[in-house]
């Protein structure tokens, strides 16, 4: 079993980035690899192509110091570290084929002391799934000693770099040497604790964390479409619930998203449909929470349009999946301002997103949507709907009144 002294992250994103980032921090020699040219020219200039607090800093320190550098070729490493996207096809079902893509592309580079770790969120067997790939690109390496491990991130966009070396750390590994080899490359940098297990284990844990979140998102939303119904302020029904020493309600939004909570639950629901009836109606509830937030403002629409007889200007603030960050993700928000563009053709819709440059391509060609900025938003708007608690939008309640306020987050309450 040989010393790991270089690895290869392959998939430069949110997750991949920070991790070559912070292993070429702790000594070890890395190089990136991604599909995006943006992506390569920015790392080998010691740029950062997207916001993530900390991460620029540790990026231009490993390239000025030879430790980190990027290209679209997998090279030879003692170790290489799968981090590419893994979406849906079609009905929730998982798609591997980056998983696959980024296996034939290392393969040919193995010789058979390798340690090759998947770090993608996946299915159970996605790991297993990957050695078979390399295996068929390579049966010569089948009897030579590959090792694979799985370790899932579960790190807090906007707190990555701190959470990177604080967070404990599950550890699956094809085999027991697996697993203690990726646990001594993850101790490089990760002050948690490490705890080992199998592939199919660790693949499981990172789903049901998520899913259990999902869940409990789930109830606080159905919760709030119950108080509507029934004319009771959800934000102070929860309050006072939480007053119970063994009760936790989570806060109800416009949705889930994210590349985790809003996707994870699928992979389970898709590996046991007939069993998982729990997480199916919790991913159910909270995908359907937006067209519910539509539907509000639908029934402003229709108070502005009895008082002033035109169509009402609508403003959507915030586009991101959570506060405070630019990761636009499987984000309710951004789906919830592209529908109100569709169904509300008439209006125009003034989106606000004070962490990206431009409006998302999901919104490009759509005639009634404006990119402004929150002030003109708020002040032109006949209905102001805050999709984000963005801490920029904090101050913003006391701009709003005499307007039809629909507040999804509870942050001008």
């Known amino acids: 079993m040989s010393e790991i002294q270089s690895v290869a992250v392959i998939g430069l994103g949110y997750i991949g980035l920070p991790t ?14 991604d599909v995006s040219d943006r992506t390569v020219d920015a790392v080998n200039e010691g740029r950062v192509p997207f916001v993530e607090p900390d991460l620029a800093d540790f990026v231009k320190r490993a390239v000025d110091k030879d430790m980190l550098s990027a290209s679209k070729e997998t090279p030879k490493a003692d170790a290489y570290i799968v981090a590419v996207p893994t979406p849906f096809k079609g009905d929730h079902v998982p798609d591997l084929s980056y998983i696959e893509a980024a296996a034939r592309g290392l393969a040919p580079q193995l010789t058979g002391d390798e340690l ?85 284990t660790a693949e499981m844990a990172k789903l049901v964390e998520n899913s259990f979140r999902d869940v409990n998102i789930a109830f606080a939303n159905e919760l709030s479409v119950i108080c509507s119904e029934q004319g009771i302020d959800v934000w102070e029904l929860i309050e006072l619930a939480n007053h119970h020493p ?3 309600i989570l806060q ?51 108070d502005v349009q009895q008082e002033t007889g035109r169509a009402p200007v609508v403003a959507a603030l915030g586009l991101a999946f959570k506060p405070n960050i630019d990761d636009l993700r499987e984000s309710p928000a951004l789906n ?22 431009e409006l998302p391509v999901k919104l490009e060609g759509k005639p009634n949507i404006r990119f402004v900025s929150a002030e003109e938003a708020v002040e032109k708007a006949d209905i102001v709907l805050l999709l984000v608690d963005h801490d920029a939008f904090a101050d913003l309640g006391s701009e709003v009144e005499g307007k039809h306020v629909i507040d999804t987050r509870g942050q001008w309450r």
């Open 20 to 33: 070559a980032a912070i292993l070429a921090e702790n000594g070890v020699k890395v190089h990136g690899v």
């Open 116 to 200: 090759v770790i998947l770090e993608s969120t996946s299915p159970p067997g996605a790991t297993e799934h990957m050695a078979e790939v390399i295996y068929a690109e390579r049966p010569d390496l089948r009897e030579a000693g590959l090792d694979f491990a799985h370790c899932p991130e579960r790190v807090l966009p906007g707190r990555v770099m701190v959470e990177l070396v604080t967070n404990d750390r599950i550890v699956g590994g094809s085999t027991p040497e697996a697993a203690q080899r990726t646990e001594a490359l993850y101790r490089t940098f990760c002050k948690g604790e490490i705890l080992l297990t199998d592939c199919r």
């Open 246 to 248: 063994r009760v936790n």
């Open 252 to 302: 109800p939004g416009p949705g889930v998203g994210g590349h985790c909570i809003a996707v994870d639950p699928w992979f389970i629901v898709d590996a046991a449909p007939q069993s998982a009836r729990i997480i199916r109606a919790a991913r159910e509830i909270n995908d359907a929470k937006p067209q519910w937030v539509i539907d509000q403002v639908k029934a402003a629409a229709f």
């Open 336 to 357: 919830i301002a592209h529908d109100l563009a569709d169904q509300f053709s008439g209006s125009e819709v003034l989106v606000v997103e004070p962490h990206v440059e």
